[in-house]
């Protein structure tokens, strides 16, 4: 999960951009990216 992302996205596109960089960087796992108070369940 990526958060605290600097700039913030302020949209899909932009959300995108930081997940293909981390793709490029080699991870190939799931990303989640998450806006403020953004809730998940584990398990």
Known sequence: MLT??????????EEQRFVSQA???GFDGP???A????R???G
């Open 4 to 13: 605290h992302l600097l700039p913030p996205p302020v949209n899909k596109a």
């Open 23 to 25: 793709r490029a960087g």
């Open 31 to 33: 990303i989640e990216i």
């Open 35 to 38: 806006a403020d108070l953004k």
């Open 40 to 42: 998940i369940v584990i």
